[in-house]
């Protein structure tokens, strides 16, 4: 990019336009370099999205972290309702070697007369040009009927809200400023529209294959799907699609294909296909499925032997009736296809998140009342499922009543906490700085630094109940997301537009859109929601059954979910005794009780006891509680059990010096807080001379000082230290 002294006049009025830019940099994709955007910020590594402004930064911030390092170039996202600035992408139209440009560019160019700047890849060019209005473009790409001059296919793309390169590699011989090209733009929209079926069924390859009823129905059984992720079972979906032009041959195959996954969700099979169709694949034809096929089956015919011969669909339906109840009959058609001896061999597992407490694929509630501290709760859900470590989790204390088992991307949306607030939050759930060894799994949208929260379900003007756009637009981000694990909304009322605490059907309306976003991207949909005070008769909950009936709302909330969790302050006198077993001060909302409310799959309906933290977070100390202990033997199980974290964590102990025992005594349990200096020297040679702990050499030192358990990353010579930690 140019420097500020020199900048072309159409970068300086985009710069003028504020928070528009990003960085991005090219990776791997499957096989395919893919320019991936970043957030404009020095070493945040943190993914931007083109529909989420609070991913974005200014001209001089996304510049500045280019020069950074670690990027490879600067990207704006054009928002035509804003300011009427628009981008015509044109790809392929440069030859590499000779620099000669396309004739149907070279037009396009001149006919726009605007400010025009040389991709990255030095094969296309982007015209930037300005409308009146805003246009809306019901064709994505059209593949241009021209001669290769390069890899890339000939093709022509407006771009409007999705982020787009900026390279300052002028164009010679093209204006320097943003101009006036509604004529064009309007004239290509309406063109667009007007030919829509036509430019899909032209530019779309060409069929190849002769797809019988047999050849359907083998490559559905023989292309395996073993819980796909999303993107996968959709790129399959994309291949029937083009293998039968989007018939309901097509989809019933398809949702036989689907079947096969523990995920199957009719709702979510037939879904897809309606957006399938709605834009319809241009880079898979005919062949590409029976291609995929054969990978899994050699005996499939090969398709280079088929090319030429007729297709023919008629009475495939007939052929395929009964095989898939979302394409081809209704669920109430009961005759054969509920039958119970058709279910057969093992049962499938519970798709855990956290073991025996948050299945994945369902929607789930948190409900608990003001001030007990949910948010921060959720918080450390979400950065320890994205941060997940097995060692490090068989360490970790429990969070709602289990373990972590498995990892994943988790995007959390907090209409209560600005950025602030959420980094001071991460001081304290993450003072390892987990989440940057991670980056980009935890996603945390605060939406108070972006206008504050847009709803996802509102009622109409007839009194309907709907998802809004931007709701429609949070689905296909989540889909897009491929490791999906957890999605948290904070807090509900924020989202919804609808009186769910007493109208059942707002209610029920919003836990099926929970459910949705469950179903289809595989991920535990969390969201939080309040409870109600003790009333005036002084009565404390004590159960989580009592807790349940104190959630704000009609029961249609709880009905609708799969699993819902409740917290709420510990009666006082119960309070005071679990600090006093502990050995902590009692102080009001110290002590919070949680449990499961409702969870059919869930066993076990014991209270949990959370204690606050002076940072505020709550720790689950039931199993302190229920085996309360003094002991030496207890005192040192509690330091081999943090001797081995920090060693895990990165940031080893040692028994005295900057790294020592007491010199770092904020790192250890409560348990083992109170001791004196000597009390914990004497503590850790004991567990070394008992050969539980030892010490080891790291560092490129000779000196055996830094402390591990036997079979631990240091002990075996493999530990390594965390950026920055004092060697």
Known sequence: ??????????????????????????????????????????GCCLRAESDNPASWGTYAEANQALAGGGYDGVGFVPRPAEDGIFVDDLDGCIDP????????????????????????SGTGLKVFARASRDLTFPVKEITVDAPKLCSKQPQIEILANKYTTLTGAHLGGTPQRITEA??????MARWMAEHRASIRQEHRPPRETPWTIELLLRAAEAIPNGDLPWSEWSEIGLRFWAATDGSEAGIAAFDAFSQKSNKYEARATRQRWS???RSPPTRFNASSLLIEARKYDPEIPDPANLIGQDVDFSGMMDRLAGMATVAVSSPYDIDGQWDADLITGPAPPIDWLVKGSLPRGVAALLAAMGDTGKSFKMLELGLRIATYDERREMLARPIFGGNIVAAGTVVFLTAEED???????????????????????LKIVTLPDAGGPKPLIIVSGKGELQLTEDCKRLFDSLRRIQDLALFMLDPTQAFVHANINADPAAAQFFCSTLAAIGAETGACALASHHMRK???NGKEIETSAEARNAIRGTSALVDGVRVAHVMWPAPEGEAKKDCKALGV??????????????????????????????????????????NTRTSREDLEDEMVAAIALAAVNERPLQKIGKAGLFENRERLPEELRGLGRDPLRELCQRLLDSGRVVKTKAGGSNIAQWLDVPGGPFAQGIGAFAAGYRK
């Open 585 to 626: 001060e009692w102080q009001p909302n110290r002590v919070v009780w949680g449990g499961v409310a409702k969870g059919n799959e869930i066993a076990g309906c014991d209270v949990q006891r959370y204690f606050r933290t002076d940072s505020g977070l709550l720790l689950d100390r039931t199993m302190d509680l229920r």
């Open 419 to 441: 950025r602030k607030a959420i980094h001071r939050r991460l001081e304290a759930v993450d003072p390892e700085g987990l989440r940057h060894k991670y980056a980009g799994r």
């Open 182 to 187: 509604g004529g064009y733009l309007d004239n």
């Open 1 to 42: 990019m140019s420097g500020e002294a020199d900048i072309i006049p159409a970068i300086a009025e985009l710069a003028a336009l504020g928070s528009r830019f990003l960085a991005w940099r090219n990776e791997d994709r499957g096989g395919k370099p893919t320019k991936v955007p970043y957030r404009p910020l020095t």
């Open 275 to 277: 957006e399938i169709t």
């Open 97 to 120: 070697e000779s620099g000669e440009i396309a004739q149907w560019a070279a037009e396009i160019v001149e006919h726009v007369d605007s400010y025009t700047e040389i991709s990255p």
């Open 534 to 536: 003790p009333d005036n």
